[in-house]
């Protein structure tokens, strides 16, 4: 192929977007700040977990190619140069790694970032506290699923399609439920008048 694949290569992003954490990990779950919080405590365990395992395999994976170049210098039989070859292979995968590493680090970093946020509105988590803030998300939780799914009865969509619909921001997401639905009194239980505006 002829073509520079290096644009395309260095356009993709192999991790979610920052609309994706936003709107799609931690929105489906922000019902509550508590329960936003939450999800964002469990993707930053995720990740740094990941990360420990990725650092690993870094580690791997350059012991790996060390010993494929000492091997591949060593001399000119097929060996060799299978060991050579191996090793410009585990090269590119490093790089690979690297930029995984990167994404990685970048999605912990906007996790990290929201969930220091809701940490500061939230407070400390007494076991009572904790309780309270669970009852108030479970209550608000199922208050906006019985309303996603009377909207998604109404349109026609399934239930997940109008929850995902509904994680969007405010503007998209109008746009959308203005189409699917017609007008309903669970419009108003998902999007209450005193909701805040984003």
Known sequence: MERDLTPFLSDCQAGHSDFQVKHFILGKN???PYGEYK???RE??????????????RKELVLDMEDAN???DSGKNTAARKSKAM???????????DAQIIDTERELALFADRAAELK???GDLTP??????????????????AAAEILAAQAGVSLGTMETIMALP????????KVVTKESPAIDIIEPPEAAKE
């Open 30 to 32: 922000a019902d509550t």
């Open 39 to 41: 999800q964002a405590c």
């Open 44 to 57: 930053i365990k995720k990740r740094v977990r990941g990360l420990k395992d990725l650092a690993f395999k």
């Open 70 to 72: 000492t091997h591949g």
């Open 87 to 97: 090793a410009d292979l585990m090269r590119d995968n490093l790089d690979e790694l």
């Open 120 to 122: 500061a509105e939230i």
């Open 128 to 145: 009572a506290l904790r309780d309270e803030l669970e009852a108030d998300m479970w209550t608000e939780r199922l208050r906006r699923r």
């Open 170 to 177: 405010e503007k998209a997401r109008k746009k959308i439920v």
